[in-house]
């Protein structure tokens, strides 16, 4: 007979934001926000301009330091380490060695352009990981394959559309092998003709991956379709959560409501 000590225990979460607060002198831009996100789980972040919704992003990219809380990812402190029983702002190496578990792909391309796309995607792991040029070329090489772009290793990004560009930064960011991978506005700097090819390759990813995703869109399209749950940030905290059906078929908060009558009518 089974006992209650037998039981499955849940699974810790990939992504915890525990009471974090991000300040830019007067402006409190993340308010105590609480986040969760299970190993696996994709989630969308909506909201409208200045809510907060990149800076989350920002903070777990290491990218921006939080004033108050603490970030942790596999179970493990980001933005803190332990020393004795005490948790302390995380040193330089500490916060190296986390980095390696978040890839992050940015509205702009940021690709560099003297730089072949498969060497785009080579160049980190090589010069953080460690890894020799043939095996990070050959990693390169598959992740540009997987993302449609199998005859475009050696073009450079002034020799690509936008939207291979995007998918490059994309192969980029996998290239490093992360659990977490975080998509900011990656289609708004897109003719609308190629959004379609970018978010393909961000749900084929979500199909065939087991990460842990984090996007912040103004698609609602998209959101609805890829993520299991969409948050809704207003003045730097979650002002309502829901599966996609939930939130964008009975959104229950009233500024949830406004926000996407908005967005619709915009549409």
Avoid at 52 to 60: D, E, I
Wanted: aromatic letters at 4%; charged letters at 25%; glycine letters at 10%.
């Amino acid at each position: 007979m089974t006992g209650p000590q037998d039981s499955p225990q849940p699974a810790k979460p990939m992504v915890r934001f525990d009471r974090v607060t991000k300040r830019y002198g007067p402006l409190t831009v993340l308010d105590r926000l609480d986040l969760e996100l299970a190993p696996g789980e994709k989630v969308a972040i909506i909201g409208p301009s200045g809510s907060g919704k990149t800076t989350v992003l920002r903070a777990l990219m290491t990218l921006e330091r939080i004033d108050e809380g603490v970030i942790h990812v596999g179970g493990e402190p980001l933005t803190h380490m332990r020393r004795g029983d005490s948790l302390v702002r995380a040193d330089q190496r500490h916060l190296r060695r986390m980095r390696g578990r978040v890839g992050m792909v940015f509205q702009h391309f940021n690709l560099f352009p003297h730089m072949s796309a498969v060497r785009n995607c080579m160049e980190a792991p090589v010069t953080v990981l460690g890894l020799g040029r043939d095996e990070a070329r050959e990693r390169a090489a598959g992740l540009l394959r997987m993302v449609g772009l199998g005859d475009k290793l050696d073009h450079y990004p002034a020799q690509l559309s936008g939207g291979q560009q995007q998918r490059v930064a994309i192969a980029r960011a996998l290239a490093m092998r992360p659990r977490v991978m975080l998509f900011d506005e990656v289609t708004s700097a897109l003719d609308p003709e190629l959004c379609g090819e970018v978010l393909a390759v961000i749900r084929a990813l979500g199909d065939a991956h087991d990460l842990t995703m984090l996007m912040v869109t103004h698609q609602m399209g998209f959101a609805r379709e890829f993520a299991d749950r969409v948050c809704f940030f207003c003045d730097g905290r979650i002002a309502e959560q829901g599966s996609p059906q939930e939130l964008f078929g009975a959104p229950k908060n009233e500024r949830t409501r406004q926000f996407l009558s908005a967005v619709m009518a915009a549409s």
